[in-house]
């Protein structure tokens, strides 16, 4: 399972880190983190920087078995980049999985992938989805057929496991959930705009992912 | 909020990116990578590396408001390092937060930290935290005064969390997480030992992380 992730400038960390960290462990994976252009990508809250180690063009869109797109403020302009745009449509006529985290869903939108198929995206972007052809719903993970979108942030690690199950088995993805103790325990339980209080809705609305 | 990271080769890479994500959100925080020689480290799983912006020695301890120790496998060397443990212990000396992620908290036991204290790590080391004269405790976050562990791995984020809303009330820690849309809904419910069908934890033990 060849697998790359497509970075850029002000992504954001945990789209990308989150199922690096579960698929990473899929038996046989091998991962690469792919951008336009190669060398470090700084995340949207600047300490980090990941690493590319190759250029869409050194990579051959018939080698990438499972494609991620995560997302962050930095990915807007791919949406109308057309060599980004084209290498993603070219991988996706031949993945075995096209998948997205957060506003990644939008590059996946913008290169016609979503045309006609249920997405979602970051829940404050989640109107965005329609302007691509694609029905947005507000689930945590959404599955149309080779295609998978996952909501913000965090929400790539709900759906990593759930590819990791459907590539190598419930019992594989259940040692990996064991291997990374997700048995997740959030203090607070504020985690998606129907839960939250109203005023904090509002206040993170538009801040952006 | 000054933040150091202390990372090293063969890290888990959600260990430390999972707080990242919700730290680097807190109002005025300014985050760093440190390490022992600067530079980048790799993760455990291969293909992803973090960059330490700057060494131990040039960190100064008293200039450090809160300490994380993510663990890896690659964080053993460190548990007889002297320059390590004698930088931790200045750093925990006057930090107004010394943490640690999964086996991170092995660390913070071999500087001294931990003795006569509760403390948690990856569920497959347990054990190991008694020779640093810690109880050890299976809790996802565990809060000794300042001094606060993690369980394996993901538990970074639910400890981040609490921190966070220590530092800069509850509010604050729900904006962050409706804004990583941290709403957790794994496929499975095998993220702890307890949890997990028993042969499946036998595979995972030993695996370490």
Redesign the interface.
């Known amino acids: 399972m060849r697998i790359a992730i497509l970075i850029f400038d002000k992504l ?3 789209d990308a ?2 199922p ?2 579960v698929l ?2 899929l038996p046989g994976a ?4 792919v951008a336009k252009e190669p060398g ?1 990508k700084a995340t949207d ?7 590319a ?1 190759r250029s869409l063009a050194e990579v051959e869109p018939g080698d990438v078995d499972l494609l991620l797109v995560p997302g962050g403020e930095g990915n807007r302009p791919m949406l109308d980049d057309e060599e980004v745009l084209d290498w993603v449509r070219q991988v996706h006529s031949t993945s075995e999985w096209t998948t997205s985290v ?1 506003t990644g869903s939008l590059v996946l939108g913008a290169a016609g992938v979503l045309d006609g198929l249920r997405a979602t995206t ?2 404050a972007f989640i109107d965005a989805l329609s302007r691509f052809g694609a029905r947005p719903v507000s689930e ?2 959404v599955i149309e057929g080779k295609v998978v979108t996952a ?5 790539g ?2 759906m990593a ?2 590819v990791a ?1 459907e590539i190598a088995g ?2 594989v ?3 990996i ?12 339980d ?4 129907q ?3 109203p005023e ?2 509002e ?2 609305r538009g ?1 952006g ?1």
Do not use: M, N
């Not at 291997?179 to 607070?188: A, L, N, S, W």
């Not at 504020?190 to 705009?193: F, K, R, V």
């Open positions: 954001t960390a945990l880190v989150g690096y960290e990473s462990r091998r991962l690469e983190f470090l809250s600047g300490a980090l920087s990941l690493h180690q957060c970051h829940w945590r993970v909501a913000g942030v965090s929400a690690i709900d496991l759930t199950a419930p019992d993805a259940q040692a959930q064991l291997g990374i103790e997700y048995d997740p325990q959030p203090p607070f504020a985690g998606s705009p839960k939250a209080p904090i809705v206040f993170v801040q992912s």
